[in-house]
């Protein structure tokens, strides 16, 4: 959990949608203490995130690949223009299917796995592609840094193989 000056900036509650990229991870959320707020889809998750990170001034986001992600710019984008704290992790395919460049659904089929978070630099501070096990804690360290200091969204790409 994210520790800021008090107890009432930590990260409680997660939202997001559940989806075939992202179901793994959903699997930790309860046993690390934390709420998993479902939703009825994607863009209502990001505006629910946003909200709740400029009243407890820190949130998650969880959302599958492709489609997902896709329905919750909006959101994201708001919360970038009003500097409101916003993790948006983004359950995507494998590292190993990605770097195989396999066809899958919600791509383009064109074996092009960055584009989503190609799309989300203009809406987020950092943006992170965990497809490789021994320096995903340090480039979490590092988003984050970077996430407490401009307090703006960062975007996850969390393969399921590595959740």
Same mark, same amino acid.
């Given at each position: 959990? *994210? $520790?800021?000056?008090?107890?009432?900036? +930590?990260?409680?509650?997660?939202?997001?949608?559940?989806? @075939?990229?992202?179901?793994?991870?959903? @699997?930790? #959320?309860?046993?690390?203490?934390?709420?998993?707020?479902? $939703?009825? $889809?994607?863009? $209502? &998750?990001?505006?629910? &995130?946003?909200?709740?990170?400029?009243?407890?001034? #820190?949130?998650?986001?969880?959302?599958?690949?492709?489609?997902?992600?896709?329905?919750?710019?909006?959101? %994201?984008?708001?919360?970038?223009?009003? !500097?409101?704290?916003?993790?948006? #992790?983004?359950?995507?395919?494998?590292?190993? *299917? +990605?770097? &195989?460049? *396999?066809?899958?659904?919600?791509?383009?089929?064109?074996?092009?796995? =960055? =584009?989503?978070? !190609?799309?989300?630099?203009?809406?987020?501070?950092?943006? %992170?592609?965990?497809?490789?096990?021994?320096?995903?804690?340090?480039? %979490?360290?590092?988003?984050?840094?970077?996430? *407490?200091? +401009? =307090?703006?969204?960062?975007? #996850?790409?969390?393969?399921?193989?590595?959740?």
């Amino acid at each position: 959990m *994210l $520790n800021y000056e008090n107890d009432s900036k +930590q990260v409680r509650s997660i939202y997001g949608v559940s989806g @075939d990229f992202s179901l793994v991870s959903l @699997d930790y #959320i309860e046993p690390a203490g934390l709420n998993w707020v479902g $939703n009825a $889809n994607e863009l $209502n &998750a990001g505006y629910a &995130a946003d909200g709740y990170a400029r009243i407890k001034g #820190i949130t998650a986001l969880i959302t599958a690949f492709g489609v997902g992600e896709l329905s919750t710019l909006d959101a %994201v984008g708001g919360a970038f223009a009003e !500097r409101a704290p916003v993790v948006h #992790i983004a359950g995507v395919p494998s590292a190993a *299917l +990605q770097k &195989a460049r *396999l066809i899958m659904h919600h791509s383009f089929g064109d074996g092009d796995f =960055r =584009r989503y978070a !190609r799309v989300y630099e203009e809406f987020t501070c950092v943006q %992170v592609n965990l497809d490789d096990a021994g320096a995903a804690a340090e480039m %979490v360290d590092e988003m984050l840094r970077e996430f *407490l200091l +401009q =307090r703006r969204p960062v975007y #996850i790409e969390l393969p399921t193989d590595l959740v």
